[in-house]
């Protein structure tokens, strides 16, 4: 009894402190200072994860009440907006706010993209993890790497300037502004993102597949494409995820190369319009900020959040279907 007593007063806790204290070299005071700071530590983890929930509740919020005011709108219905591929709220007469237009012209922008940063990307990760020399790996991965710092603005003035002319060098059918030249802007950008994470996730196999597939007589090729590239799905699948939404989300390039005409296309030599980009042209526009014009501009970010989140759930599930676990 007195026992159970002794273990339940501070004295036995000090007295454990200072044991512990002799055996870690520490006194019992230095021991409390470092359960402070590991308690203070703790706090201010939990405070950054609480403050991005609470940032990531307020934008949400502020869509979604910006966007209930623009379907309050008179001028506005559930019909026209899900079902019309007509986009013109700027135009004199009969507004009209078909989104499928904006969608549109932002899947073929995000489509020509693809098209050239998954497999370009995926080819140069495995290169770089399984056939580059560690020199050249050592150089070419940073040198890649820096595409992603480049101003976005510079990727939409280069194509612009420099990729639409030699497409209409190569064809007379492209328009100054057209969706290749963002969507090959837009390519070059996600490029690196692709390229970085899908080599990552290469160089995490582990080296005894590779070495067993060596000794059953496998060449370098099939290693690679036989084993390290499904053995790595996973992450493989994670980067082109995380490139298809910088892709749909990017702003600049498109505001730029695409153009400003909002039209249901699949031909990439034509203008069109995307999401973001028809949020920047009303964000630096001079309609009013109570009309419907630039309600729209909400509803318009809130679909897009809508989109990107369903891409983000469908990543997850894929990632966590082909997730190879090694010990």
Same mark, same amino acid.
């Given at each position: ?62 869509? #979604? ?15 026209? +907006? ?42 140069? #990760? ?94 370098? +090729? ?17 980067? +082109? ?68 989140? #369903? ?17």
């Amino acid at each position: 009894m007195s026992s159970a007593n002794s273990l339940a007063t501070p004295t036995w806790r000090g007295d454990l402190d200072d044991r512990v204290g002799k055996y870690l070299g520490r006194s019992h005071r230095s021991l409390k200072l470092v359960r402070g700071r590991e308690t203070v530590i703790y706090a201010i983890l939990i405070a950054s994860g609480l403050f991005s929930l609470l940032i990531t509740g307020a934008i949400i919020y502020v869509l #979604a009440i910006e966007t209930v005011s623009f379907f309050k709108s008179d001028e506005v219905t559930f019909a026209n +907006f899900f079902g019309s591929t007509t986009w013109n709220p700027l135009l004199g007469g009969t507004k009209s706010f078909g989104i499928w237009a904006l969608i549109c012209g932002t899947m073929l922008v995000t489509a020509i993209a693809m098209s050239i940063a998954l497999p370009l990307g995926l080819i140069t #990760a495995i290169y770089l993890s399984e056939y580059a020399p560690r020199g050249v790996r050592n150089v070419l991965k940073p040198v890649l790497e820096v595409l992603a710092g480049v101003p976005t603005v510079v990727y939409g003035f280069f194509a612009l300037m420099t990729i639409t002319p030699i497409l209409q060098w190569l064809h007379s059918g492209f328009s100054v502004y057209n969706a290749a030249s963002a969507g090959i802007a837009v390519g070059i950008l996600c490029l690196p993102t692709v390229c970085s994470l899908a080599e990552d996730a290469l160089q995490a196999v582990p080296r005894g597949l590779r070495e067993g597939a060596y000794g059953l007589g496998a060449t370098r +090729f099939d290693v690679s494409v036989k084993v390290v590239v499904p053995a790595a799905l996973s992450g493989i699948i994670s980067a +082109f995820l995380l490139a298809i939404a910088r892709a749909v989300g990017e702003t600049m390039i498109v505001a730029l190369a695409a153009g400003s005409l909002a039209q249901a296309t699949l031909d990439p030599r034509q203008q069109v319009q995307t999401m973001t980009g028809f949020m920047v042209q009303m964000a630096s526009g001079d309609v009013s900020n109570y009309g419907t014009e630039y309600y729209s501009m909400y509803a318009v970010a809130f679909t897009l959040f809508v989109m990107t989140l #369903a891409l983000t759930m469908v990543g997850n599930l894929v990632r966590r279907r082909f997730r190879e676990a090694y010990e």
